[in-house]
């Protein structure tokens, strides 16, 4: 499940970035969770998650074309 996974790294890298006071490195796990949604909402999920949607045909993507998704909303994130 890349959600998990990436949900993993970004509470990680929040975790870092509050030890460390790096306000940059918390808004970048903040926006990369956001981008995770976003894609989400916006109908691009993988099989997983589209098999227990509510949502009317939902785009099902594998998991490299789910990540190059959140790249993508992502970088109109950033």
């Known amino acids: 499940n890349p959600i998990a996974t990436?949900?993993?790294w970004?509470?990680?890298l929040r975790k870092r970035g509050e030890l460390d006071k790096n306000q940059a490195l918390c808004d970048f796990a903040d926006k990369l969770?956001?981008?995770c949604l976003?894609?989400?909402e916006s109908?691009?999920?993988t099989k997983d998650l589209a098999l227990i949607t509510t949502m009317e045909n939902p785009v099902?993507?594998?998991t490299q074309d789910f990540i190059s998704a959140v790249r993508q909303t992502l970088e109109g994130l950033l």
């Open 60 to 62: 099902t993507l594998n």
């Open 38 to 40: 976003k894609t989400i």
């Open 6 to 8: 990436i949900f993993a």
């Open 43 to 45: 109908g691009k999920m």
């Open 33 to 35: 969770e956001a981008a």
């Open 10 to 12: 970004t509470g990680a």
